[in-house]
């Protein structure tokens, strides 16, 4: 099974301001997504990051408030821009084989 | 697009009682159905998958039924005990035409059961 780490843990932020989240899986891997996960809910799929190209965004979410990079097959981060209480969440990042998918710790982040 | 739906919300048990916990789904052309354990304040951990060209699988007291037709799945727990207490949540995986028809993992999850096991 794949290893995913994420940095930060957890964050408080002020609105208005922007805060990167990064992942990193311990194998080559040719998808890795982000989720969203609000307190007491579902997973909700924000984004799927191909390496060498951009994002592929699902309903909902945009590039200006989530951007996505993916310099290589190990490596993505999510930026949460323009932050305000709404975005006060848990953020996932996942990855695996094209079945199987595992999760990172998450990043717990409070707006305020 | 896919759409999953998870039945109970929450579900109490005894220790040593067995679980069953129930998805459908809306996507005919969904093949691959797995079962995340979520307790409080960790990650999803994958417990059990099935594909859709299985009817049951089975890992020592935990086994997922799948039934193509109906568009159904679901979990089952037996011999419960209070560390299965947690959240469980079902997700259903498609084709995605972006990606060229193939599936590449996009995973579209249930609403999650809270499943308490009292000793």
């Known amino acids: 099974s794949a290893v995913i780490s994420q940095k930060p843990s957890r964050d408080i932020c002020q609105r208005g301001t922007s805060l990167t989240i990064q992942c990193q899986v311990d194998?080559?891997?040719?998808?890795m997504f982000w989720y969203r996960q609000q307190p007491g809910q579902s997973l909700t799929l924000i984004a799927t990051?191909?390496?060498?190209?951009?994002?592929?965004?699902e309903s909902g979410f945009v590039i200006d408030k989530f951007p996505i990079s993916r310099p290589n097959l190990t490596f993505s981060t999510l930026t949460v821009s323009n932050m305000s209480p709404e975005d006060s969440s848990i953020y996932l990042c996942?990855?695996?084989?094209?079945?199987?998918?595992?999760f990172g710790p998450g990043t717990r982040l409070t707006v305020l | 697009g896919e759409n999953v739906e998870q039945h109970p919300s929450t579900l109490s048990v005894q220790e040593g009682d067995s679980a069953v916990i129930k998805c459908t789904y809306s996507?005919?052309?969904?093949?691959?159905f797995p079962w995340y354990k979520q307790e409080l304040g960790k990650r999803p951990q994958l417990i059990i998958d099935i594909r859709s060209n299985v009817g049951e699988k089975k890992d020592q007291r935990i086994a997922v039924t799948l039934n193509k037709t109906a568009k159904h799945f679901s979990l089952h727990i037996t011999e419960t005990q209070p560390e299965d207490s947690a959240v469980y949540f079902c997700?259903?995986?498609?084709?995605?035409?972006?990606?060229?028809?193939?599936?590449?993992?996009?995973?579209?999850f249930g609403q999650g059961t809270i499943l308490t096991v009292h000793p």
């Open positions: 997700a259903a995986r498609t084709t995605d035409p972006r990606f060229g028809g193939t599936s590449y993992g996009k995973l579209t």
């Open positions: 996507d005919s052309a969904s093949n691959y």
């Open positions: 990051a191909n390496q060498g190209s951009e994002a592929t965004y």
């Open positions: 996942s990855s695996g084989s094209t079945d199987t998918q595992y």
């Open positions: 194998s080559q891997v040719t998808m």
